[in-house]
C-alpha cells in the first residue's frame, strides 16, 4: 500500500509507538505487552534489591508497587483489554511476580489482592470496558 501525503510517501513500518501504547500493524497487542513485562520486570527486580539490601518493610515495598509499577501496566488498558491468551497469561504471570516480596508471611496471593485492594487487571479492564459500554 503505497500511502503519499503531500506527495511525500509515507513509509509503513510493522510496530508504532503512541502516547506510551504499542501498536502493531498485525493489530496484535503482543508487541506492547511483551515491552509492559520488560519494564515491569525491571521494576520489580529493584523492589527485590530494596527489600533484601535496604529491608524495606512490606507495607512500604506494597505503596511503591502500587505507586510506581501498577500504573506501568494498567496505563491504556481500555485500549488494549481484548488480548490473546498468552498475552493475558504473561501479563498475570508479572503480576504475581513481586507478591512474595509485598506479603508479610507466606499468606496466599488471593489475600494480597485484598491487602491491596487491587483487583488483577483482567477485570479492571473488563470492569472499566463494560463501564464505559454502559455509559455510551
Not at 525491571?42 to 518493610?57: P, Q, T, W
Amino acid at each position: 500500500l503505497n500511502v503519499h501525503v503531500d506527495g511525500s510517501p509515507i513509509t509503513q513500518v510493522e510496530h508504532h509507538r503512541h502516547l506510551g501504547v504499542n501498536f502493531a500493524a498485525s493489530l496484535s497487542w503482543s508487541h506492547h505487552i511483551s515491552s509492559l513485562v520488560s519494564k515491569a520486570s525491571s521494576m520489580i527486580a529493584l523492589l527485590r534489591l530494596l527489600r533484601f539490601r535496604y529491608h524495606f518493610s512490606s507495607s512500604s515495598l506494597l505503596r511503591i508497587y502500587l505507586v510506581f509499577i501498577r500504573p506501568v501496566l494498567e496505563y491504556g488498558n481500555i485500549v488494549w483489554c481484548g488480548l490473546s491468551i498468552t498475552s493475558h497469561r504473561q501479563l498475570e504471570a508479572i503480576q504475581q511476580k513481586p507478591s512474595p516480596l509485598l506479603v508479610i508471611s507466606l499468606l496466599p496471593f488471593l489475600l494480597y489482592k485484598n491487602v491491596a485492594k487491587q483487583p488483577f487487571l483482567h477485570y479492571s479492564a473488563v470492569y472499566v470496558t463494560t463501564w464505559f459500554l454502559l455509559i455510551f
